[in-house]
């Protein structure tokens, strides 16, 4: 027998065969339909469509046949695999190739065989379909031939479709175990919003039922279960489908979030597919979310506990600091009530101030229907509060007969309450109550805070009542000093004016020098106060405009004859005549002081001088003496309390030793600076530096006035920036920290904010981002007023928050009059 | 022909400072002065004693200035004679609130006795006037 023949790609053939995954696979219709046909037109008994692997034969379709494979060395099919071309037989007895063939001279006994390959598109022959007959077919004719040829073509399109037909499910199978893989959930919809594919996710996720896990099953249908379930949250249902199938069907990409009834919180994303229906992913962002929730907790609660020492560090006064907390609080807790109640000093009831946060008109009523309540020891939430000196809470108001406020409360549809202290000197001064529509448990995470808030506000509270006591003191004590004073005073300076009669002389110098050592003392009480006032910043200034001409003729004239004492004349240079802002007491005082203070200096039948002008953008007054000149080792130590240069001075030139602390405080105080020249054996030259105040008139007033906003914690910075922007015209507000004005803008329309950049709590480049990022301030002209230099680091952030100009402290208040007018003034409101 | 201020009536609870401004009010001064001790004394005196300017110590016992000086603006005599504060408090921003209550303008404590019948004569002219 011809041994059979392997052609040379039979290792990459029988791959590519087995990679069909055709054998042994059970038969299919479209290849036995084949067989039969050949069978039938070709009149055989026998028809096969076999596969030769590697050393078998395997029949995918067989008629007239039993065996479903046979050794491929005993396979005819073999050699026209290896030819790769038809081959017939019309006798195996006459064939020299297959006479000996053991097929042939035992059973079967095949005498007639007609092959012809099955040569895939890739090029492999596979195998064959052939035709086998137990007789010799010497006739078999080229008509016969060709259609066993034609039919090995329709075999080799079925396998190829076969291919594709598993390669799609194949790739199907990948998808859906990829699809399932993932973990976010996946339905799929059609253009008739049939569902048509989903992933395991999304039936767990949303809980769908088995039921609905089909093809086809209706959008709207699956909707409509979820809504009855409830999980659209309470309403109409009906509503509740309608309103999801209406956006269904836009089939726009868009993203919502649910919470499902067990409050898993769940991110749908919609995208549509092209020619229609919809991508859904469905993701479970609970936990990603509360850990957002919990670092934004976080970062609000650090911003309140930031914000509340910030206020109890630049408060005023306590009443202030507990209107802002009030506000904070109630903004941090969400809670839309809260009351700030005062015990005032001597009571011992708390009463409900004015200072109160309602979220809305729903609660109006409330303040004035708190008005009659007085709470003493053990009344009410804040009686309680004041007898248990802590926070009291309570979830749940109607646990308890309403009595007072909380009838009111609860009338409101007030649910819940806290309430929690503020000491002063170990009593509690001060009580901040807040109420919220809902029930609401004790929140043991809100400890902290209002233990903080307490601390804070007691702070404040401490300090008012230190400040209250201090002044109480200084006030008293000036008082009992000044009585007596006035008649040792007084009955000296009748004496020695000679009202009570002749003295002898020896008496009389006895008198002259009591007389003016009372003075001095006077003098001095008055200074101490000045200084406390000062140091205390509780000086209190009435900044206003002013010619400084007319001030320091009325200085010399009252200083005059305590200079002509000392046998010095005053003078004031001829010269301009110059506006400056200031508090026109305050001023004099300054002057007279450094009048005094030069004529003491000066020698017998010496001159002062004083000079008007103007040192850059500020206006200058100096003060100039022909005197010894201040020693250098003193110059340091010039502007200090008690120092002067020479300790004997004191009493010999009358002095307090706190006249040029004094000044230097209240020009300071003015917005100013002080500076000194001086020579030894020359002289000494004060030179006062004060803002500049326009030499016109304020302009006619706009008819509507300009509204501005002045933030600025310094509060003798923001007394003449308000100052300024008064005089022209505009109302102004005065915040000191940001919280406040927060407030403020909140509260009005503001034309123009004057900012300074240093601020506590929040820099005032924050707070301008902040602005900028809400709409109604989008657009506020801002000016900042700041030490910071214009070309620092924090500039350029200002240009990119669009401000509008950069004024440079010390204030060159002629600048800024010029940079308020030009966003407020009449010209700017006209091209408004 | 311009009225002239001659009459003054003095209130203050301490005795030194009655006899220092009264020394000052009469012999430097040259004024028709009736000093009391307390706003009661004050009240009982007068509308008898019809003054042209009533100056009110601040701080005093039982009845203070403020309250000395709108009981004294009940009395149908008085309702528009001319009141002064004397106070040994004085701050600037006090002053406008004494102002508020009436008083025409505050003398601080302590003052002079040698220059206040003129500083008193100033400020009445200026208030006449006005």
């Known amino acids: 027998m011809t041994p059979t023949p392997i052609p040379p790609d039979d290792h990459e053939r029988v791959a590519a065969l087995r990679r069909l995954r055709i054998l042994d696979t059970p038969p299919e219709p479209a290849f036995d339909r084949i067989t039969r046909a050949v069978a039938h037109m070709l009149d055989v008994p026998t028809a096969l469509v076999t596969l030769v692997d590697a050393d078998r034969q395997w029949f995918k379709s067989s008629i007239g046949f039993a065996a479903r494979e046979t050794p491929r060395e005993l396979s005819f099919c073999a050699h026209v695999v290896a030819r790769r071309e038809p081959m017939f037989i019309p006798d195996t007895h006459n064939d020299p190739l297959f006479a000996d063939h053991p097929a042939v001279i035992a059973d079967p006994k095949v005498r007639f065989y007609a092959g012809a390959p099955l040569i895939t598109s890739d090029g492999y022959a596979l195998g064959t379909l052939c035709a086998v007959d137990y007789a010799p077919r010497p006739q078999f004719s080229d008509d016969d031939r060709q259609r066993l040829i034609d039919l090995a073509g329709a075999v080799v399109d079925a396998i190829e479709a076969r291919r594709v037909s598993n390669f799609l499910r194949s790739q199907t199978e990948l998808l859906q175990t990829t699809v399932d893989a993932i973990g976010d959930g996946i339905s799929v919809f059609d253009a008739n919003h049939k569902l048509v594919a989903w992933n395991w996710r999304f039936l767990t996720l949303l809980d769908v039922p088995e039921r609905f896990a089909r093809r086809g099953t209706d959008f709207a249908e699956l909707i409509r279960y979820m809504a009855e379930r409830g999980e659209y949250g309470p309403g109409d249902a009906e509503a509740q489908i309608a309103e999801r199938v209406a956006a269904a069907q836009r089939w726009e990409r868009r993203r919502i979030e649910r919470r499902r009834l067990d409050g898993r919180i769940i991110q749908i994303q919609s995208v549509p597919l092209p020619g229609g229906g919809m991508v859904n992913t469905y993701t479970d962002v609970t936990e990603a979310r509360q850990r957002t929730e919990a670092l934004e907790q976080q970062a609000r609660l650090f911003h309140l506990l930031e914000q509340v020492a910030a206020i109890a560090n630049q408060a005023p006064d306590l009443d202030t600091a507990l209107k802002r907390v009030l506000d904070e609080v109630c903004a941090y807790a969400g809670w839309p009530v809260g009351n700030a109640l005062l015990r005032a000093e001597g009571s011992t009831e708390l009463v409900a101030t004015d200072h109160w946060y309602l979220a809305d008109a729903r609660y109006a009523s409330f303040p004035e229907r708190s008005k009659p309540f007085r709470f003493g020891m053990g009344d009410g939430t804040p009686g309680r509060v004041m007898a248990t000196r802590r926070l009291e809470w309570i979830a749940d108001m109607r646990d308890y007969t309403p009595v007072r406020r909380g009838k009111i409360a609860q009338e409101l549809a007030l649910l819940a309450c806290f309430a929690f202290p503020v000491f002063a000197r170990g009593e509690v001064r001060a009580v901040l109550q807040f109420y919220n529509d809902k029930v609401t448990p004790v929140d043991p995470a809100m400890f902290p805070v209002l233990e903080f808030a307490t601390a804070q506000l007691s702070r404040v509270a401490e300090r008012e009542e230190m400040a209250r006591l201090k002044n109480e003191f200084v006030s008293t004590v000036s008082h009992e000093l000044r009585t007596p004073l006035t008649s040792i005073a007084g009955s000296l300076e009748l004496i020695d004016a000679g009202i009570t009669g002749a003295l002898p002389e020896k008496a009389h110098e006895m008198v002259r020098i009591a007389y003016q050592n009372s003075q001095r003392l006077i003098r001095l009480i008055n200074d101490i106060l000045d200084i406390e006032k000062i140091e205390s910043g509780c000086m209190t200034l009435d900044i206003k405009r002013e010619r400084l001409r007319p001030l320091i003729e009325r200085a010399i004239s009252e200083t005059a004859s305590f200079a002509a004492g000392f046998g010095v004349s005053l003078n004031l240079l001829a010269g301009e005549d110059v506006v400056a802002w200031v508090d026109p007491d305050r001023f004099l005082q300054v002057v007279t002081n450094l009048l005094s203070n030069a004529a003491k200096f000066s020698p017998a039948g010496g001159m002062v001088d004083v000079v008007l002008g103007h040192r850059g953008d500020r206006v200058r007054v100096s003060v100039i003496d022909r005197g010894p000149g201040i020693p250098e080792a003193f110059r340091d130590r010039l502007f200090e309390k008690f120092s002067q240069a020479d300790s004997s001075d004191r009493r010999a030139k009358g002095g307090t030793g706190l006249g040029l602390a004094i000044v230097k405080g209240i020009v300071e105080h003015l917005g100013g600076s002080i500076a000194v020249d001086t020579a030894i054996g020359v002289g000494t030259t004060f030179h006062i530096d004060l803002p500049e105040g326009a030499k016109t008139l304020p302009k006619e007033q706009a008819a509507e006035r300009s509204r501005v906003l002045v933030l600025e914690d310094d509060i003798a910075s923001s007394a003449l920036l308000e100052a300024i922007c008064r005089d022209l015209g505009c109302d102004c507000d005065v915040a000191h920290s940001t919280v406040g004005a927060r407030r403020l803008i909140a509260e009005h329309p503001y034309a123009l904010l004057i900012t300074d950049v240093r601020l506590p709590g929040q820099t005032g480049i924050e707070f301008l981002a902040e602005l900028r990022a809400t709409i109604q301030t989008r657009n506020l002209p801002v000016i900042v007023v700041s030490a910071e230099m214009a070309n620092s680091a924090y500039s350029e952030q200002a240009a990119r928050l669009g401000i509008v100009e950069w004024v440079q402290k010390p204030l060159d208040a002629k600048r800024l009059i010029g940079l308020v007018e030009s966003i407020v003034g009449p010209q700017a409101a006209a091209a408004r | ?130």
């Open chain 2, 1 to 130: 022909m311009a009225k002239e201020l001659k009459r003054i009536l003095y209130v203050d609870d301490e005795p030194d400072i009655r006899s220092v401004a009264k020394m000052s009010l009469e012999m430097v001064g040259g004024f028709t002065v009736l000093i009391c001790a307390s706003g009661a004394e004050a009240l009982q005196k007068a509308t008898d004693f019809a003054p042209d300017l009533i100056l009110l110590d601040v701080m005093m016992p039982q009845m203070d200035g403020p309250a000395t000086l709108a009981a004294l603006r009940q009395l149908p005599a008085l309702a528009t004679t001319p009141v002064l504060f004397f106070t040994a408090k004085v701050q600037s921003d006090e002053v406008e609130e004494f102002k508020k209550l009436g008083a025409i303008d505050v003398v601080a404590k302590p003052f002079k006795p040698m220059q206040l019948p003129q500083t008193l004569r100033e400020i009445w002219e200026n208030a006449i006037k006005a």
